[in-house]
């Protein structure tokens, strides 16, 4: 066995490769480290727990590219590459560095899946042969490289066909065509979208059921069927955009048994080791099955089917590496059962994508083979009607509603309100036959939707005891009654507590029953008794999460409750998790002392802090979502952890917070609050446009815009909804923007230093790309580090605490306060090498904490760079601006800042060279467009023309720079380009680097 082993993670998080490989890799690396291993990892994704320096014992945030890799190879030596838990970035660079002789050249051997097996897999013709000597069905397909063939192809077949790209993710560059035109546009965007230009063409079974089995195969042969899910949305919707059940409902044993017998049988002959992911289409009205495709590695079914049955699938396949059996591994689950053991269900599981177009109105909503959603939700019940509820309940999402028209509008070219419109022509008198005609969704998923709406008119009329205790049986939330009755969710939650209707708590054990198990994975029902007891525990914490990923709020907060849990462990607290997010490593049964898989509704989270009585409830690491609830969990008589809900307010209520800075004389950009569209039309007119106009209590900028005129005044305001108000309206002052990441215990704060954009004021700090520490002048540094000890100090805060700043000249205001944990914590606590959430949780719980007075010696600087999924939305400007795009996060290291800012762009051509353009240049724009060496295009211009000149290169899959000091940064980054790959620093235990 080797001694050093080279993980390769996924990156940052984009649409189709998300936090669900994050925690593939974090449960691999760890799993490596158990049994002894040395880990290197590779992943320059700041955000991730995987990335702490906890989880390897190397890690290395620099570019996922063969000659990075290389050089990192040289520097560490290591025995052997695991890179089937990093998604199709690690498996395609895998690939790469077999096919460049890297890992022959310096003896590194493959762990688990060979190489081989992988691209047998991925390449689609190899895989259509081995699907072919298999004797397993695969629909009628021509592996294409150019145009002409794909012509040939789609005339033969008729239209329409599908387009899957070769080692691509999230089904990128894929789609259907209906015509010729659509074909024509498939396939340039394919070919250049898949790494080997080559594309299978299949003839269209759109329409067909799909299912997915999770399998896991050991070097013996043995096979096993972690998990089967079916999709409601049929063949036609990327399974990441789709709805999906567990285990599967509408199959027949036979069917159910002859697809199993396949994907194993697949499984074998492609001699995977690890685990598998096999998608099939089935005909509804017959037995005949197609093989979709195989993902020879762990992947965002897996996270899914993970967290559905509790068997570890990623820890798992890491030992299968190692060339451990199925029958020698342990279930560390339940603790009796050996990982050769088929999972076993007495639950359903629900789960449901979370989409971004509630930030992009603009957004082309229409669903197909290429996926869109940024996140998921995940619902355990008994009942699918109250597993739809509970996953509905936990979107975190003001839900759509529709009138006839247009419902049918979303129906038809299915979009993400697909599901939502189907419920509204339900409500309204549409027949089944009619709907599934429509939608293909299977007859019994439509019953169950009528079942959820049966209860919704029956409880407009009878609200007797007896009926509210069924509907809460059949997964009717207080927030429904709540909308149904006009009363507060608040008063049925006291209505419950009154009469006795309380929740029982059920526990996932991989076994349903059938041995004994103590597991600490559970969730509500009101069917049944309650299985679990409460824990037993001196002081408990209760610490709630934050829900799906999405644009504004991603997986670095769970970076932050997972480090928090963690501290409060050492600190002798019982934990106890609350989140609904299968992808992350927070919903990890191994990392709080107990999870509860639920909404993070006030009914859900007050009843299991009641069920546990928690001691105290920690809201500030779970982005905004939680920090939502403090008051009301608060009114209840809870102790929130940190500062009182009167003290968030007084920080996020704009009001309340100039009035704040103006009694200890701290200066802020001009402005006011507007409780109505009149009032933010007054105020407009007693500033001077450009003005910033915010709504309140939003995540990532969304509805954020920056307004030059009535006219776009009038506009925005047209756009805002009712629960956004009050506005904020301040001056828009031009400057650089500064942010900081403070712990407070109440008297003095810790500062680690300065982060400083590079882009101007106005462009949202999510997608600003940014430097730490920065060198920024001495007075301005000791300004903004005083105004910040005054905000936290005037309020006695305790806790983690983001504060930015506008410097304009030498005159530095404060922007906005986020009393929580934010975006940026684990980039700092990463780069400066200090345990900001763990000091964060002390001064939280301990009024003695003193905080270090020295700060750290950084010997590196950090760049964080956004990343966006121009692939998935390449209909939007991407423009730069105050409604924060990017999906998630990189950050490079450097000896000096143009070091890191050259790592950003290193994969990118000299500025001077053919291969970029510059709007205003000589040259015609569509024929270097056209040209194949075109790979950077700059326009910041505000026109229409300059918009849809950037749509079209995005399309293209072109780097666009919308913003000049963006650009100026990759200008001037070119001549600091090296290869020296660094390290991030390992902290020793809870010191500072001094």
């Known amino acids: 066995m080797s001694e050093k082993v080279l993980v390769i993670g996924s990156g940052p998080i984009i649409i189709g490769q998300a936090a669900e490989f994050d925690y593939s890799g974090t449960q691999g690396c760890l799993a490596l480290k158990e049994e002894g291993f040395e880990v290197v990892l590779v992943n320059n994704n700041p955000a991730t727990i995987m990335t702490d320096p906890a989880i390897a014992d190397s890690v290395y945030c620099e570019p996922l590219t063969v000659e990075s890799i290389e050089t990192i190879i040289q520097q560490e030596n290591p025995d052997a590459l695991l890179s089937g838990l990093g998604g199709q970035t690690a498996l395609n660079l895998a690939v790469d560095l077999q096919e460049a002789g890297v890992l022959h050249k310096y003896g590194v051997k493959v762990l688990g899946t060979s190489i081989d097996s992988i691209q047998q897999g991925e390449d689609r013709e190899q895989f259509r042969q081995v699907m072919q000597e298999t004797e397993q069905p695969v629909v009628e397909s021509e592996v294409i490289t150019d145009y002409e063939a794909a012509k040939a192809f789609a005339f033969h077949t008729g239209f329409p066909v599908i387009s899957r790209p070769a080692y691509t993710l999230g089904g990128r560059g894929g789609g259907i065509a209906h015509d010729e035109a659509e074909l024509e546009v498939l396939m340039k965007d394919g070919l250049k979208a898949s790494p080997i230009s080559q594309v299978i063409l299949e003839k269209s079974i759109a329409g067909f059921k ?79 099955y197609y093989v979709i495709e195989v993902n ?47 999972p076993t269900l007495d639950y359903v599981v629900v789960k449901f994508p979370r989409w971004p177009f509630d930030k992009f109105k603009g957004a082309n909503r229409t669903l197909g083979t290429k996926m869109k959603a940024t996140g998921e939700v995940m619902a355990i019940e008994r009942t699918l009607e109250a597993a739809f509820t509970k996953a509905i309940d936990s979107l975190d999402q003001t839900l759509p509603t529709f009138d006839e028209k247009t419902a049918w509008e979303h129906i038809q070219a299915p979009t993400d309100a697909r599901f939502f419109a189907v419920l509204d022509l339900m409500r309204n008198g549409t027949s089944l036959e009619e709907v599934y005609e429509a939608t293909g969704f299977d007859p019994f998923f439509l019953r169950v939707f009528e079942n959820m709406l049966t209860w919704e008119k029956r409880l407009t009329k009878d609200l007797s005891l007896e009926t509210l205790k069924e509907a809460k049986q059949n997964g009717v939330s207080d927030a429904k009654l709540a909308g149904i009755t006009g009363k507060p969710e608040i008063e049925w939650v006291r ?11 059920k526990i996932v054990d991989t076994c349903a029953g059938e041995f004994e198990a103590e597991t600490n994975y559970v969730y509500s029902t009101y069917a049944g008794t309650t299985e679990i007891e409460p824990l037993e525990a001196k002081k408990k914490a209760l610490i709630i999460g ?43 049964y191994e990392t709080a002392d107990r999870l509860y898989f639920e909404p993070l509704k006030l009914e859900n989270i007050l009843d299991v802090a009641a069920f546990e009585q928690v001691d105290i409830v920690f809201t500030a690491f779970g982005g905004q979502t939680a920090l939502n609830v403090t008051e009301e969990i608060e009114n209840q008589g809870y102790t ?15 009001e309340a917070f100039y009035d704040l800075l103006q009694t200890i004389d701290v200066p802020h950009v001009p402005g006011e609050m507007c409780h109505s569209a009149e009032e933010a039309r007054q105020a407009a007119d007693t500033y001077q446009y450009p003005l910033l106009c915010r709504p309140s209590y939003v995540i990532g900028g969304q509805g954020m815009v920056v307004i030059h005129s009535k006219d ?17 309206m301040d001056q828009f002052i031009t400057g650089e923007e500064v942010e900081v990441e403070l712990v407070s215990n109440g008297r003095n704060v810790f500062i680690p230093g300065l982060m400083a954009h590079i882009e101007a004021a106005g462009v949202h700090s999510g997608d600003s790309m940014a430097v730490f520490p920065a060198q920024v002048e001495t007075s301005v540094q000791e300004q903004v580090e005083t105004y910040a000890e005054r905000i936290a100090t005037h309020v006695n805060y305790k806790g983690i605490m983001n504060i930015q700043f506008l410097i304009n000249n030498d005159d530095v205001y404060v922007l906005e306060v986020n009393p929580r944990s934010s975006r940026t914590v684990p980039i700092v606590s990463k780069t400066a090498a200090v345990p900001l959430i763990d000091w964060a949780v002390k001064a939280m719980v301990d009024e003695a904490m003193e905080l270090p007075s020295v700060k750290p010696d950084i010997p590196y600087t950090a760049v964080k760079f956004p990343v966006f999924s121009s692939h998935a939305l390449a209909e939007l400007d991407h423009k730069l601006g105050a409604n924060m795009m990017s999906t998630g996060e990189g950050m490079y290291l ?88 660094i390290a991030l620093v390992q902290p020793k235990g809870n010191e500072v680097m001094i």
């Not at 992947?299 to 030992?319: D, E, F, H, N, V």
């Not at 501290?567 to 919903?587: A, D, F, H, K």
């Not at 500062?643 to 307010?649: G, L």
């Open 210 to 288: 799909e299912i997915e089995y999770e399998v896991m195969r050991d070097t013996d042969g043995t096979c096993i069927s972690v998990c089967n899910m079916e999709n409601i949305d049929p063949v036609g919707v990327h399974t990441g955009d789709s709805i999906v059940t567990a285990p599967s409902q509408t199959l027949t044993d036979k069917e159910y048994q002859m697809l199993r017998e396949a994907a194993l049988e697949i499984v074998n002959s492609l001699n995977v080791i690890g685990g598998c992911n096999v998608q099939f289409a089935l005909d509804p009205k017959s037995n005949q």
């Open 296 to 342: 020879p590695r762990v992947s965002r079914s897996s996270a899914l089917a993970s967290k559905a049955t509790g068997y570890p699938i990623a820890k798992m396949a890491a030992k299968l590496a190692l060339g451990y059996r199925l029958d020698e591994l342990m279930n560390p689950l339940t603790g009796y059962t050996y990982a050769s053991f088929e």
């Open 495 to 505: 209505f419950r507590q009154k009469h006795g209707i309380k929740p029982s708590y």
């Open 546 to 588: 934050a829900g799906p990923i999405r644009i504004g709020q991603g997986v670095e907060f769970d970076y932050s409750a997972v480090k928090a849990i963690e501290s409060l462990q050492n600190q002798g607290y019982t934990t106890i998790m609350i989140n609904n997010n299968p992808e992350t490593v927070s919903t990890d």
């Open 640 to 654: 929130v952890a940190g500062v009182p809900a009167s003290v968030i307010a007084s920080l996020e209520d704009r």
């Open 712 to 728: 776009e005044l009038e506009a925005a305001l047209e756009e805002t909804e009712a629960k956004h108000y009050p506005l904020v």
């Open 894 to 981: 450097g000896k000096t800042t143009e070091q890191a800012l050259a790592k950003v762009f290193e994969h990118l051509p000299s500025p001077e060279s053919s291969a970029c353009f510059e709007e205003g240049q000589d040259g015609d724009f569509n024929t270097w467009l056209s040209s194949s060496e075109a790979a950077v295009y700059h326009n910041e211009e505000d026109t229409e023309e300059a918009k849809e000149k950037r749509v079209e290169a995005l399309k293209a899959g072109i780097t666009i720079f919308s913003n000049e000091a963006t650009y100026q940064a990759y200008v001037q980054s070119v001549g600091d380009r090296n290869k020296e790959r």
